[in-house]
Structure formats: C-alpha cells, structure tokens
C-alpha cells in the first residue's frame, strides 16, 4: 500500500503561482506514473496532467497547457506540480494519482491505483 499526500495549495490572486507537491510513503514510487486531477464544486473530477515513471513523456488538459508543469524526482518519491498564470476557474480540490500504468492512460483515466486526499487551490479574481 502506497499513501499520496498533498501539500502547497492555498490562497492565491489570479496571475499568481503555486507549486503543489505529492509526497509517496514508499520507493514503489518510482514504478508509477504519476498524475493530477482536479475537481471544482459541483462539477466532475477532471484529468490535469499526468507523466510517465522515467518522466520524458508528459501530457496535459487543454486548459492548462502552457501554464502548469508536472515534474517527478524519484530520488524523493515526490511529483510536483508547478502552477503559473492562475484563473480563477482553476479553483478546485487537487489529487494527485499513481498507478502501474502509462501517462497516456491516466488521461482517461485508467490504471489508477492510489489517489491522496485532495488539497485545496482558490484562486481570486
């Protein structure tokens, strides 16, 4: 059993930036490809960005390409997601996921084996 905790959400103005991080109990880690939601209120949990264990294939929502980049450093069983040009329709409770799958497949998603408990963004206008 793997845990995923999430830490660096918060309060922040539009333009600004955060830096959310996903920290894995165990070195297992390494053999996962890593990925973040996100769900707003009211609406479906929604893919974000996910990549693969070896970290050179990444892919991304639509609507934060360009302005979030996933990372991973396995020598610290942690993912990152870095969060830049917030909106305000970025406000939304993040996981993170990780599984023995591929990063194209945890779009779908499918493959998910373990999720962390959320960590809240809100981002004003």
């Known amino acids: 059993q793997v845990q995923l905790v999430e830490s660096g959400g918060g309060l922040v103005q539009a333009g600004g930036s955060l830096r959310l991080s996903c920290a894995a109990s165990r070195p297992t880690f390494r053999n996962y490809a890593m990925g973040w939601f996100r769900q707003a209120p009211g609406k479906e949990r929604e893919f974000v960005a996910s990549i693969s264990v070896s970290a050179v294939t990444t892919y991304y929502a639509d609507s934060v390409k360009g302005r979030f980049t996933i990372s991973r450093d396995n020598a610290k069983n942690t993912a990152y997601l870095q969060m830049n040009s917030l909106k305000p329709e970025d406000t939304a409770v993040y996981y993170c996921?990780?599984?023995?799958?591929?990063?194209?497949?945890?779009?779908?998603?499918?493959?998910?084996?373990?999720w962390g408990q959320g960590t809240q963004v809100t981002v004003s206008s």
């Open positions: 996921a990780g599984g023995q799958t591929s990063a194209q497949a945890m779009r779908v998603p499918r493959g998910i084996d373990y």
